[in-house]
């Protein structure tokens, strides 16, 4: 006789989405994902923060696309809690962007005119170390059902805004029912036009495009936008490719916003072949962000001088169409700062 607790383990097992399996296995132990990539612990670049408030968290399929034996591989640089996150640098501060006190008890961000951000959860399929959102205190309770109600609310009452856009965290992050749910009660807003998601979870778990996720995009009137993250070259293979193929064949459009940070993607040769793969993939380079002055990241930032001067030759290489903007967030602006790097005249 078969015993019954396994089977329904695996009838449990087989209705969980695959992605929540993925991420259930990410690594978060930092001497486990140095095995696995056989690096050598003690190697001096590899020295661990000692602070714990940001956790390492990779997915596994991710950490695939690493150099094994490489301790500046650029997608480990990314993720690494690397001890050089501890050093305090005057000019950069936990709140860099001044969100924190924009975060209404809605989670309703409301910055720039028409487009409103719907901070849907704080949870993140991937921990960026450059990320402002690491001193964030999000929690789980911002999608909870009450509070979507109360962002539902002030948005239908705004009938200047016709686009809003999730984001977190990763708002892909959270289930496919609590989404469409979210996405069925924004559909019945007449004044929104434009849906946008704000994910990196397409580049870092590709498996959460899935049947589940496209039921909710075939259903929903509202125009739809994926604005992605990816920040080299490399983060970009045949998994990603695949999975952004139906988001494409439904006229989806794809933008993608990477961050220029520093021995990661501050090059040219990287930049040319980050623009070339992202449109190989079937999305368009948006915006080039200049680093947050997050604290803890400072190690990351590069002159501005030299962003503009990276953003010259760049432009002499490529089609203008695949020349990123390169912006810089400042706290009270009406938009992100368009930052001017032509001195041609
Ligand atoms: C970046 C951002 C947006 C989007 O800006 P776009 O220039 O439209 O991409 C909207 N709201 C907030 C709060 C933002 O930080
Ligand atoms: S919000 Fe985006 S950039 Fe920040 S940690 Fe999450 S996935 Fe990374």
């Known amino acids: 006789m078969i015993p019954s607790a396994p089977q329904n383990d695996q009838s449990a097992a087989v209705r969980a989405p695959g ?8 690594f978060s132990r930092p001497a486990e994902l140095l095995a696995h990539l056989e690096l050598d612990p003690e190697h001096p670049d590899l020295a661990l923060s000692r602070r714990r408030s940001f956790a390492l968290r990779v997915p596994r399929g991710f950490v695939a696309r690493m150099r094994k034996g490489d301790p500046h591989d650029p997608l480990l640089r990314q993720i690494w ?40 959860t704080g949870a993140c399929a991937v921990h960026c170390r450059y990320c402002f959102r690491r001193h964030f205190p999000y929690n789980e309770q911002l999608a909870a059902r009450d509070h979507w109600a109360e962002a539902l609310a002030e948005i ?6 016709d686009e809003v856009i ?22 019945a807003i007449p004044h929104l036009r434009r849906l946008r998601v704000h994910t990196r ?26 604005v992605l993250h990816a920040n080299h070259p490399n983060e970009l293979d045949d998994s990603v490719m695949t999975a952004l193929e139906p988001l494409r064949r439904r006229g989806i459009t794809l933008l993608n916003q990477a961050v220029l940070l520093r021995q990661i993607n501050d090059d040219v040769e990287t930049l040319v072949a980050l623009s070339e793969r992202l449109f190989g993939c079937g999305v368009l380079p948006y915006y080039l962000h200049l680093l947050d ?5 400072a190690h990351f930032d590069l002159p501005e001088a030299d962003a503009q001067a990276l953003m010259r030759v760049l432009s002499s290489r490529l089609p203008g169409y695949l020349v990123p ?7 009270g602006a009406p938009s992100k700062t368009w930052i001017d790097w032509d001195t041609r005249g």
């Open 166 to 187: 999730l984001s977190g965290g990763d708002p892909l992050s959270l289930s496919d029912d609590k989404l469409g749910e979210l996405i069925d009660a924004l559909d």
């Open 201 to 226: 979870q397409p580049i870092v778990l590709p498996e959460r495009i899935d049947e589940r996720l496209l039921a909710w995009l075939d259903r929903t009137r509202l125009q739809t936008v994926f």
């Open 325 to 331: 903007r390169l912006v810089r967030e400042i706290a």
């Open 19 to 26: 992605w929540q399996h993925e991420l259930r296995h990410a």
């Open 81 to 120: 809690p690397a001890a050089d996150e501890d050093i305090e640098t005057p000019g950069y501060v936990v709140d860099a962007v001044g969100d924190l006190a924009r975060v209404r008890g809605a989670g309703l961000i409301h910055k720039y005119h028409g487009r409103v951000l719907l901070v849907a």
């Open 156 to 161: 239908a009452v705004d009938t200047s805004v």
């Open 293 to 297: 002055r997050v604290q803890g990241a």
